[in-house]
């Protein structure tokens, strides 16, 4: 059974850090595409940022220059570092990995989910 379950989320000021961790489990991920996507109250689900093909990533605009994605293959970890959070940046956070090897920005092309992280920034 697939599963992804992600850890790290938590109440920060604004200004403050926290890195995400998503562990995968059930089958070897090394060749997945990973992503962070988000997902705040009334909203959609909205890409954060990507890792595949031997470590290549893409950042929505948002976030660039913020966050940071990295992954683990040996031990199946992706993370997500988050510094200089704002409040808008207030969201449950889900680790996603899609099958093909070529990434996506689109939530619809992830084959796996995990249950989500919420992630809360006070001004």
């Known amino acids: 059974q697939v599963q992804l379950v992600e850890s790290g989320g938590g109440l920060v000021q604004a200004g403050g850090s926290l890195r995400l961790s998503c562990v995968a489990s059930g089958r070897t991920f090394s060749n997945y595409a990973m992503g962070w996507f988000r997902q705040a109250p009334g909203k959609g689900r909205e890409f954060v940022a990507t890792i595949w093909d031997g470590g290549r990533t893409y950042y929505a605009d948002s976030v660039k220059g913020r966050f940071t994605i990295s992954r683990d293959k040996d031990k199946n970890l992706v993370y997500l570092q988050m510094n200089s959070l704002k409040p808008e940046d207030t969201a449950v956070y889900y680790c996603?990995?899609?099958?093909?090897?070529?990434?996506?920005?689109?939530?619809?092309?992830?084959?796996?989910w995990g249950q989500g992280t919420q992630v809360t920034v006070s001004s």
């Open positions: 996603a990995a899609r099958s093909l090897g070529y990434t996506s920005t689109r939530a619809i092309d992830y084959d796996y």
